[in-house]
């Protein structure tokens, strides 16, 4: 029935955890956009500390927000097919991947044009090892549950080390960016600075909105049951089923090589939208990111 999946939706939007979950999810944003534009100087791609102001900022909304608004799920979906909604959930965590390498290529291009070593604190150990967990996680979830040969013995075993993985990469996302903060603002720590206190503050913002998230996360209603006899997704057709796997493989593979081909060989295109958003006034950055993290948090939640 149209009007109670409305109003399913309408009641699992308005629950205070996930408007909490995604309100402070675009307050995080606007305060690291609202640090780097207020006293870093603003945003660029030439290789200057401008460019390296990229870094937080793509690393917060890629590594943290965006994650973690697609890590847990609506119980809306649960008694639909679960095929496209793991296609979206695939998808909008490789985007959420992508922004985070890409805020590695700021920090790292900006390490190499000024001579400085890469890879020298703990706070840079912790993003590399959160990236490199973030990628197997990917790349092992994406094989285990969209190819349709996987075993569903090999699904079953993975399944409980999946998310325990996702919540693992989230915390240390977190980590990450709190280290990070307390690094950038070592040497000004003396003197307590206007900058420091409100960096701080977006350090502390990033832990509620970690708490948060992990709360839904272990919160009981809001974990999918396992399907039943007489679930509606169960008298789906095993060919039907069977075929739209295959058509969701093959079109989340597609767009993977696409986005991968474009950053290896068309990496431009991507430091040119960088740069006409660093043109932007800070008033229509923050409405572009705010309008995608409200997509993206609407659109992820419902992604498992």
């Known amino acids: 029935d149209p009007k109670v999946a409305g109003f399913n939706l309408l009641y699992c939007c308005g629950t205070p955890d996930y408007l909490l979950c995604l309100c402070l999810g675009i307050v995080c944003v606007v305060f690291v956009c609202y640090w780097n534009n207020t006293w870093r100087g603003g945003f660029a791609w030439d290789g200057t500390a401008l460019q390296f102001n990229w870094h937080p900022v793509l690393m917060v909304t890629g ?5 973690g608004n697609v890590v847990y799920r609506i119980p809306l979906t649960w008694g639909q097919n679960k095929q496209p909604w793991k296609l979206l ?4 965590l490789f985007l959420a991947f992508f922004l985070s390498v890409l805020g590695l290529c700021a920090v790292f291009d900006y390490h190499k044009k000024g001579g400085i070593p890469n890879l020298y604190s703990l706070h840079s150990w912790l993003g590399m090892c959160t990236t490199v967990l973030f990628t197997a996680q990917w790349v092992l979830g994406s094989g285990a549950f969209l190819v349709p040969w996987s075993p569903m013995a090999f699904r079953k075993i993975l399944k409980p080390v999946h998310v325990w993985m996702g919540s693992v990469i989230f915390v240390l996302g977190i980590a990450s960016c709190i280290s990070g903060i307390n690094e950038k603002l070592f040497f000004p ?6 900058e420091a206190v409100f960096a ?4 502390i913002l990033i832990v509620v909105f970690g708490l948060v998230v992990l709360k839904i996360l272990s919160n009981p209603e809001w974990q999918r049951p396992e399907p039943g006899p007489d679930d509606e997704s169960s008298r789906v057709s095993i060919t039907a089923r069977r075929y739209m796997e295959y058509a969701v493989f093959f079109l989340n593979v597609f767009f993977f090589l696409f986005f991968l081909y474009i950053y290896i060989y068309q990496r431009h295109v991507f430091y040119y939208v960088l740069h006409l958003f660093s043109a932007c006034q800070f008033k229509r950055q923050v409405l572009l990111v705010g309008i995608v993290l409200l997509l993206c ?6 992604a498992l």
Not at 200 to 203: A, P
Request: proline share 8%; glycine share 16%.
């Open 63 to 67: 590594l943290v927000v965006l994650y």
């Open 89 to 92: 959930h695939a998808g909008l």
């Open 189 to 194: 720590y003396s003197k307590l600075p206007p």
């Open 200 to 203: 701080n503050s977006l350090g």
């Open 297 to 302: 948090g609407l659109f992820g939640s419902v």
